[in-house]
């Protein structure tokens, strides 16, 4: 498919011109030599022959014109072929070499291009290692920062002055997965990620509104302003947010401060606070079924008694009254019971517990125990599936300040600790052998604040219980000469187990975080006139049951990762594999390696684009053979109501703007030149993932060629498409 | 004369003894057990004084109040309020929509008896 060097033709040309010329001027020499009858003879001889002088010298040209050709490949293509690659060395991030091919030449300067490069590597590492040292102590404030976030137990989301999301952190991940809307096939990941738009999730105005709460208490001087509104989601959970500015670190002089310039961000601070305030309703209604509901019997009572005070009652009466007092008494007396009941059971305490793996804190007991009383501590009948709501500090105060009085008092040698689960709680032992104390010594140990040699705490074992709302006795097993504190504990809700168990499952190390979008500012100009290197991306790529989109083949799978800021966001990726209502042709099964039964209940294409549709949002897709993919999902666009109408760019073409003279443009091909590491080919996130390494390297090059806008790409993109289909 | 007091609730233990307590004062006591039965008796009846719980089903006493009030013909009526609720906003609210005073449950029967003779320009005996 490579165009013909003009160059080449107008050689070809010239010598065919110049033998045809020599022919004549040898011929008219000869010519001029000869007396009229040789003339004549020689006439008559040549005149039948023409076709072969003619003939002979096309055969001469061909093998002239062959010769050019060896000669022009060798001493034009393959230099320029040489040039291509040296301008992806130029560009090259990363060390890159040339292979040494053709004439001597040719390889003694790819060799001397090598050296250049590995000099020019060599100093660019030296710098790159200063720049490292000076940024390093940035680099890990930054980290310390994010790790701080990653690890925070409220979720964190720092956005830019336009709502792009700069940070977030695991909590805030796992709520967004809850917000999220169906089944969560991308895991919220279509809503939270760095550099979306938070009013994704949030009501513009209602932000809006916080910052200008928060502008005006700037403007009156109040030193942290914040601001709070509490928002529903679509999926009908209450948050309640609190946003915070942050503040532009200005350069003095910088002209005069208005608070637009001031703030450069906020920071949001979510809570779902759906719970807590269901279980203040509830509060809210046991108080008013208290209040209410007893003054309506109390008037009863109260207005019987006067009646009963009377002296002329009659007995019928006077019967009727206490009638009236005996069934209201009843009644309240029941009322308060079912209140209690359900007080206990719904109403945990407002001490704030934490989530905690039962046997972590039987382990963390048996150290600090054994550390402290200097007395062995063993585990035993520990159930390890248990979570427990507590808060372990006073929790284990109050089982070594035990311990401790049972090993200066009664002389304990050893100590045991079990933990078992009784439906609702949970009872953790201490359990000792030999002596038994009294009730009054347990109920002194109780009541008595806690001390620690020196140290006293204002809290006693039974406040420590109570704040729990738990219960705690001691009891003896005679029969194994054994006595035990018993604690009841109250066991964490699932929800929050679940939270806390995926917080360990997820490597928490974050790509979380990208603090240099503040410096973006306005995304008003159209997507068009923007740097490429500004730009967000989606790149993607899917498999497919076959090549003919029209003929019946669909999608079975749909791979993408997110390119933000030029960096490639590995933890953002949406992966998903989908049943295309249809069986898998044998014959592609070797190609993307999915099988029926891989795709057998998984959702259909309805259900997955309008989730990949919110994912690619506010980016600019990228795909390799583009023109391939976007056919597929534009023939759903009309079952699923499912439009793309971002634009698109095309790695295969804009390879091919960036070197003509390849013979390839496969993505292995490309992937080999760039020296991008192959991984996972022909699964749809493997090749989305190469594509967006070559996507991240074609950017510079481009610039190279002065395309610096999506516009410009665009373009370039489509004369490439033109002129490859006219060869 | 003989007053007519309506007694509007859905209490029958409050009911039989503030029927007992009227009754010895000397009132002519009909009852009502909901909003829309008191509403009747009260266009029937024309009782001068009407104890009004609030909480009725049917009709609540706010919207029995606000019916009567609407009545040009029930002017005379005086209307005073027995409920359980006790917050001030409930409070205000019986006044806004006319009532003429507000008891909060629980309340004495000697008092009350004093307010509805005050309300009827009687002195207590």
């Known amino acids: 498919m490579r165009k013909i060097d003009p160059r080449l033709v107008l050689a070809v040309a010239a010598s065919g011109l110049v033998m045809a010329l020599w022919l004549v001027l040898m011929s008219v020499i000869v010519w001029s030599t000869l007396d009229p009858q040789e003339r004549l003879a020689v006439g008559d001889v040549l005149a039948p022959r023409t076709v072969l002088v003619a003939m002979g010298w096309l055969l001469g040209l061909f093998l002239v014109a062959g010769t050019l050709h060896v000669l022009h490949r060798r001493y034009v293509g393959d230099p320029h072929r040489l040039l291509e690659k040296i301008r992806v060395v130029v560009t090259a991030t990363t060390p890159q070499q040339l292979t040494p091919r053709g004439t001597a030449e040719m390889q003694a300067m790819a060799r001397a291009v090598n050296e250049l490069a590995a000099q020019r590597d060599q100093l660019r590492g030296d710098m790159a290692a200063q720049v490292a040292q000076a940024s390093y102590s940035v680099q890990q404030e930054k980290n310390r920062l994010a790790a701080l976030m990653a690890e925070l137990n409220q979720s964190v989301v720092v956005c830019n002055r336009d709502g792009r999301i700069l940070l977030y952190n695991q909590r805030a991940r796992q709520q967004f997965r809850q917000l999220a809307q169906g089944p969560g096939l991308a895991a919220g990941a279509e809503l939270i990620g760095i550099g979306r738009s938070i009013y994704a999730v949030f009501d513009q105005q209602l932000l809006a509104h916080a910052l200008e709460r928060i502008h005006q208490g700037m403007a009156r001087g109040v030193a942290s302003p914040s601001a709070q509104f509490v928002t529903t989601t679509q999926g009908g959970q209450l948050l309640r947010v609190q946003v915070a500015p942050v503040r532009a670190a200005l350069a003095e002089g910088a002209g005069e401060e208005t608070l637009e310039s001031v703030v450069s961000g906020f920071v949001l601070m979510l809570d779902n606070v759906t719970a807590s305030v269901e279980e203040e309703a509830a509060r809210d209604q046991l108080l008013h079924g208290l209040t209410e509901g007893s003054r309506a019997s109390l008037a009863n009572i109260q207005a019987a008694v006067d009646m009963l005070g009377y002296s002329d009652l009659e007995p019928a009466m006077r019967e009727r009254f206490l009638g009236v007092v005996r069934d209201e008494v009843g009644a309240m007396g029941r009322r308060i019971t079912d209140l209690a009941q359900r007080a206990t059971q719904r109403l945990k305490t407002r001490w704030p517990m934490e989530d905690m793996l039962g046997a972590d804190l039987a382990a963390a007991a048996q150290r600090r125990i054994a550390a402290q009383c200097d007395r062995p501590v063993s585990l035993d009948a520990i159930d390890g599936s248990l979570w427990l709501k507590v808060d372990s500090y006073t929790l284990l105060q109050a089982l070594t300040y035990l311990a401790h009085r049972l090993v200066d008092e009664f002389d304990v040698r050893f100590l045991q600790l079990r933990l078992q689960g009784t439906g609702t709680h949970a009872q953790l032992d201490l359990v000792w052998s030999g002596q038994a104390m009294s009730n009054e010594t347990v109920m002194s140990w109780e009541m008595d604040s806690m001390r620690f040699g020196n140290e006293r705490s204002p809290l006693t074992v039974r406040d420590v219980v109570e704040r729990h709302g738990g219960e705690m006795w001691f009891e003896r097993e005679r029969v194994r000469h054994q006595a035990f504190f018993r604690f009841m504990l109250p066991l964490a809700s699932v929800q929050g187990v679940v939270d806390a168990a995926l917080g360990e499952s997820e490597y928490s190390r974050p790509e979380y975080y990208d603090f240099d979008l503040f410096k973006q500012a306005d995304q008003g100009s159209a997507l068009d006139d923007r740097p490429l290197s500004e730009l967000a991306y989606t790149v993607f790529d899917t498999e497919t049951t076959g090549l003919n989109p029209a003929g019946g083949d669909a999608i079975i799978q749909i791979g993408a990762a997110r390119i933000v800021n030029g960096k490639l966001l590995r933890q953002e990726c949406f992966e998903q594999l989908v049943d295309p209502g249809r069986g898998i042709p044998a014959a592609s099964i070797p190609i993307h390696g999915i099988t029926d039964d891989m795709v057998a209940g998984k959702p259909r294409i309805g259900e997955v684009l309008p989730v990949f549709h919110a994912f690619t949002q506010d980016t600019v897709l990228v795909a390799h053979n583009a023109a391939f993919d976007m056919r597929f999902l534009q023939l759903q666009e009309k079952a699923t109501g499912v439009a793309f109408h971002q634009p698109v760019l095309d790695t295969l073409l804009l390879s091919a703007v960036v070197h003509p003279n390849q013979e390839s443009h496969r993505l292995e091909a490309i992937a080999e030149r760039f020296n991008v590491t192959v991984l996972g080919r022909h699964t749809a996130l493997g090749d989305a993932l190469v594509t967006a390494e070559i996507w991240l390297r074609l950017i510079p090059l481009l610039q190279e060629q002065g395309i610096h806008t999506l516009r410009q790409a665009r373009e370039a993109a489509q004369k490439t498409y033109y002129a490859r289909l006219k060869y | ?125």
């Open chain 2, 1 to 125: 004369m003989t007053h007519k007091i309506l007694i509007a609730d859905d209490e029958p233990n409050i009911v039989i003894s503030l029927e007992y307590l009227l009754q010895r004062e000397g009132y002519a006591v009909l009852v009502a057990r909901d909003g829309q039965e008191a509403l009747d008796t009260i266009a029937r009846e024309q009782p001068a004084l009407v104890l009004l719980d609030v909480m009725m089903p049917h009709k609540t006493g706010f919207e029995v109040c606000q019916a009567v009030r609407a009545d040009e013909a029930l002017q005379g009526t005086k209307i005073l309020m027995l409920t359980a609720k006790g917050r001030e906003t409930d409070v205000a609210k019986g006044m806004a929509l006319g009532a003429n005073a507000y008891m909060t449950k629980p309340f004495s029967t000697r008092e009350l008896v004093q307010k509805v003779a005050e309300l009827l320009g009687e002195t207590p005996a």
